[in-house]
């Protein structure tokens, strides 16, 4: 998986990375009826465009064609023909795929692989996109309908200034290098992007882990329409996921992991855990429920409680997470729901006063698929 957005986190992202593919929402599914479910392409009609952050890294942007399926041999070959709604051909090509050569433009995971093609961009979205997966032992075909929904919104910082920011997507993992646009200097954005479920959609300033840090909103469900305001800070609501208690009291459980400027210092301390040693990057502020504001589809709702546990991994490392219970009493059901999550806490810290504020996003269906009308 590549890397975006902080060289200087790169020690944090691999120690913690593993734990995030399982918020994707591609069903690597063996089969259905007609047994091409695992298929799926979608065209990411991105404006070619560039920036380079404050601290020198440089992004380009450009539209890219993905394409997933299951893998059925080592050598094997996909065909892919991508049509506009009048009935023109805009692309064809032919991959010859082995899974034993390395490539920048394929990734295998448990069986199946991810085709990731720098394509033109298009004056206007495709409308259907034909796949076809062919082996010695095997031949299949499926044709996608392509559906587009408008992303738009504003970015800010926590005092209401408005900014240029780029904005980007990651439909699969947590780092995109080549999805993504600018907002205008108002920092109003907008994009049409393929109707799925994204891991996460990131708004940052230019001055990127110089003087702020990263906006997240995770698991964003582009199933229509819709409008996402980010708020950016000091610091960062990582790997935010939210369900609700299944037979317990009428709460939601919210947990993230807070992250700061300081946590550029890579500093630890040592905590025991079920008898064994961890080592844990100091990369948060203590956090109390007064120091948060949790609103769901706009309704700011009230703490229960907020505990601190610590997100680890092998070989025997650690950060500070938090989870947080919410009262769901006036939420209504069923449906979509947003959950946003922000923290603003002043800590003292080598005899300076910091500000830390964040802000993180988080869609769910109650049911998790979204085909019921009754929860």
């Not at 795929?97 to 093609?117: A, D, P, T, V």
Request: with cysteine; aromatic share 14%; hydrophobic share 35%.
């Amino acid at each position: 998986m590549k890397t975006h957005l902080i060289v200087t986190f790169m020690v944090f992202l691999f120690l913690f990375s593993t734990g995030i593919y399982a918020q994707t929402s591609y069903p690597f599914l063996d089969s259905n009826e007609d047994g091409n479910r695992d298929i799926q392409a979608y065209w990411y009609n991105i404006s070619p465009d560039s920036i380079t952050l404050d601290i020198g890294q440089k992004l380009v942007f450009h539209p890219s064609l993905h394409i997933y399926g299951k893998a059925p041999a080592d050598i094997f070959h996909v065909n892919v023909k991508v049509y506009l709604k009048d009935g023109s051909r805009i692309l064809e090509k032919e991959f010859d795929i082995n899974k034993n050569e390395n490539s920048n433009l394929i990734e295998f995971r448990h069986g199946y692989f991810k085709i990731m093609q720098p394509v033109v961009h298009l004056q206007e979205n495709p409308d259907r996109i034909r796949v076809t997966i062919s082996s010695s032992q095997e031949k299949r075909t499926k044709e996608i309908r392509c559906q587009y929904y408008k992303l738009s919104g504003k970015i800010t910082d926590f005092e209401g200034n408005q900014f240029r920011s780029p904005v980007t997507v990651c439909p699969d993992g947590f780092a995109s290098e080549s999805l993504g646009i600018w907002s205008d200097e108002n920092g109003h954005y907008e994009v049409f992007l393929p109707e799925r479920t994204y891991n996460a959609i990131i708004a940052f300033p230019k001055s990127y882990a110089v003087s702020e840090l990263e906006s997240w909103a995770w698991h964003i469900i582009m199933d229509s329409a819709q409008n996402i305001d980010f708020k950016v800070g000091t610091g960062e609501v990582y790997n935010l996921n939210v369900w609700p208690n299944n037979g317990g009291g009428n709460a939601y459980f919210i947990s993230f992991r807070p992250m700061v400027l300081w946590a550029l210092q890579q500093k630890t301390f040592p905590v025991k855990i079920n008898g064994n040693e961890f080592s844990i990057i100091d990369a948060s502020p203590e956090l109390k429920p007064e120091d948060m504001k949790i609103t769901i589809d706009g309704k700011q709702v009230e703490i229960i409680s907020c505990q601190k546990y610590y997100e680890t991994s092998k070989p025997g490392k650690g950060m500070i997470s938090y989870l947080v219970q919410v009262n769901s009493n006036e939420i209504k059901h069923p449906g979509k729901k947003t959950v946003i999550v922000e923290f603003e806490k002043e800590v003292k810290r080598n005899q300076k006063n910091i500000t830390c504020t964040s802000m993180g996003i988080f869609q769910f269906y109650l049911n998790f698929k979204g085909l019921s009308t009754y929860f």
